[in-house]
């Protein structure tokens, strides 16, 4: 292959990012959403922090992939990273205040670094072949694993921070977050050249004129296979976003410590990523709808080990958010990997963005709508209704053929 030398330096390179980002993006998960329960003085609204990020991811996820489209990986990349420094800021200020408007503007931002970083798992398969292109991807989410595991467990230690600066304790990831993103913006800027999409573009000689976001969208509704990739990546998006962003809510209703949500949260971030190269190399080895359906299977199994347990029993709830992250990391990459294969080259970074945007959208619902019910009813009543689209969607796949990658055909309609 050509373009190996330069594909492994770009893979080096988001993976790098992963890491900073994931320290930033995932600190703030459990901590965002015991702030808006502090100032707002309500477990309801408690959800609206994590809401209010997916927003942000949704809202920049077009604009991100418009400027790929213009200017290339790099610098839609940078672009997102920079917006969710801003965003940290923004987000110290307000818990710091105690301005709940300033706080949500603050993690909508902080969003946009999500998006970028969701987008990255994108820009590791421009130059990748067919036969690798789940395992490349996979390698560049597994790079958030460092990251996304420590960034939780700085809970105590940047709130202990956060108060020798005269700031809550809560406000203490988004100072983490403001630093490390920063630095995936440098890191992206300085070292992801030659541009992965533009060499990508210049090689296989594509069009000059992209397909906008209207046609592409039209493309994949009259498009059986890329439909059914997008919706696996919302799918598994909205039940794990739904149940991980309560769980810290429903651990403090016992007073459980700091430390031991974010081990748990720690826990759930470890499924999400650490076993991802093994769920690319299974997609490209059995096909994507097999690991799609394993990752339905996987899901439903949390939401009922995760139903079932107490809130103080940290081993219980995290084996359950364990298996929630890793029902998602198989959703998300087959899910993109099928995605990627299955449109026109066109229409590649118009659906990849419009691919995202309903991801984050169904997350961003399922946040809200999280909230709501574990407020009026519980806990357990939620991890049941995050089963109802999973079931769905195994149902879904059952319409498809799934084999191994190497084969001709890979992937059809029964």
């Given at each position: 292959?050509p373009?190996?030398?330069?594909?492994h330096?770009?893979v080096?390179?988001l993976?790098?990012?992963?890491v900073?980002?994931?320290?930033?993006?995932?600190?703030?998960?459990?901590?965002?959403?015991?702030?808006?329960?502090?100032?707002t003085?309500?477990?309801?609204?408690?959800?609206?922090?994590?809401?209010?990020a997916?927003?942000?991811?949704?809202?920049?996820?077009?604009?991100?992939?418009?400027?790929?489209?213009?200017?290339?990986?790099?610098?839609?990349?940078?672009?997102?990273?920079?917006?969710g420094?801003?965003?940290?800021?923004?987000?110290?200020?307000?818990?710091?205040?105690?301005?709940?408007?300033?706080?949500?503007?603050?993690?909508?931002?902080?969003?946009?670094?999500?998006?970028?970083?969701?987008?990255?798992?994108?820009?590791?398969?421009d130059?990748?072949?067919?036969?690798?292109?789940?395992?490349?991807?996979?390698?560049?989410?597994?790079?958030?694993?460092?990251?996304?595991v420590?960034?939780?467990?700085l809970?105590?230690?940047?709130?202990?921070?956060?108060?020798?600066?005269?700031?809550?304790?809560?406000v203490?990831?988004?100072?983490?977050?403001?630093?490390?993103l920063?630095?995936?913006?440098?890191?992206?800027?300085?070292?992801?050249?030659?541009?992965?999409?533009?060499v990508a573009?210049?090689?296989?000689?594509?069009?000059?004129?992209?397909?906008?976001?209207?046609?592409?969208?039209?493309?994949?509704r009259?498009?059986?296979?890329?439909?059914?990739?997008?919706?696996?990546?919302?799918?598994?998006?909205?039940?794990?976003?739904?149940?991980?962003?309560?769980?810290p809510?429903?651990?403090?209703?016992?007073?459980?410590?700091?430390?031991?949500?974010g081990?748990?949260i720690?826990?759930?971030?470890?499924?999400?990523?650490?076993?991802?190269?093994?769920?690319?190399?299974?997609?490209?080895?059995?096909?994507?709808v097999?690991v799609?359906?394993?990752?339905?299977?996987?899901?439903?199994l949390?939401?009922?080990?995760?139903?079932?347990a107490?809130a103080?029993?940290?081993?219980?709830?995290?084996?359950?958010?364990f298996l929630?992250?890793l029902?998602?990391?198989?959703?998300l990459?087959?899910?993109?990997?099928?995605?990627?294969?299955?449109v026109?080259p066109?229409?590649?970074?118009?659906?990849?963005?419009?691919?995202d945007?309903?991801?984050?959208?169904a997350?961003?619902?399922?946040?809200?709508?999280?909230g709501?019910?574990?407020?009026?009813?519980?806990?357990g009543?939620?991890?049941?209704?995050?089963?109802?689209?999973?079931?769905a969607?195994g149902?879904?796949s059952?319409?498809?053929?799934?084999t191994?990658?190497s084969?001709?055909?890979?992937?059809?309609?029964?």
């Amino acid at each position: 292959m050509p373009n190996t030398a330069l594909q492994h330096k770009v893979v080096r390179t988001l993976a790098t990012a992963q890491v900073l980002s994931g320290v930033g993006v995932a600190g703030t998960v459990a901590a965002g959403s015991l702030l808006v329960s502090s100032i707002t003085n309500s477990e309801t609204l408690a959800g609206l922090a994590q809401t209010s990020a997916v927003l942000g991811a949704a809202a920049l996820a077009l604009p991100l992939a418009r400027l790929t489209g213009r200017g290339g990986r790099r610098l839609a990349l940078s672009v997102g990273y920079t917006a969710g420094v801003i965003g940290s800021l923004l987000a110290i200020l307000g818990g710091s205040q105690r301005n709940i408007f300033l706080m949500l503007m603050g993690t909508f931002l902080v969003g946009a670094a999500a998006a970028a970083g969701y987008q990255a798992r994108f820009a590791a398969i421009d130059l990748a072949t067919d036969q690798s292109r789940a395992k490349q991807l996979s390698f560049v989410v597994w790079g958030s694993t460092i990251g996304a595991v420590t960034g939780p467990n700085l809970m105590q230690p940047s709130g202990n921070l956060a108060e020798n600066l005269g700031l809550p304790r809560l406000v203490g990831p988004y100072l983490i977050s403001a630093v490390t993103l920063a630095l995936a913006a440098v890191v992206i800027a300085i070292f992801l050249r030659p541009d992965p999409y533009l060499v990508a573009n210049r090689e296989s000689l594509k069009q000059k004129h992209k397909g906008s976001t209207k046609k592409a969208l039209a493309h994949i509704r009259n498009n059986p296979k890329a439909l059914f990739a997008i919706l696996s990546i919302a799918i598994g998006h909205v039940a794990m976003v739904s149940v991980m962003v309560m769980t810290p809510v429903h651990m403090a209703h016992v007073d459980v410590t700091l430390t031991i949500i974010g081990l748990v949260i720690s826990i759930h971030v470890l499924g999400m990523y650490a076993f991802s190269p093994l769920v690319g190399a299974l997609s490209d080895r059995f096909g994507r709808v097999r690991v799609i359906q394993i990752g339905a299977i996987t899901l439903l199994l949390s939401t009922v080990i995760s139903g079932f347990a107490r809130a103080d029993d940290a081993y219980t709830l995290g084996l359950g958010l364990f298996l929630l992250g890793l029902g998602w990391s198989c959703t998300l990459i087959a899910g993109s990997a099928f995605l990627s294969e299955s449109v026109e080259p066109t229409f590649k970074a118009s659906s990849q963005g419009a691919s995202d945007l309903v991801m984050n959208l169904a997350g961003a619902g399922g946040g809200a709508l999280a909230g709501v019910i574990i407020g009026t009813l519980s806990y357990g009543w939620l991890c049941f209704a995050a089963a109802i689209p999973v079931t769905a969607l195994g149902l879904m796949s059952l319409k498809f053929k799934s084999t191994p990658q190497s084969s001709d055909d890979s992937i059809v309609l029964q």
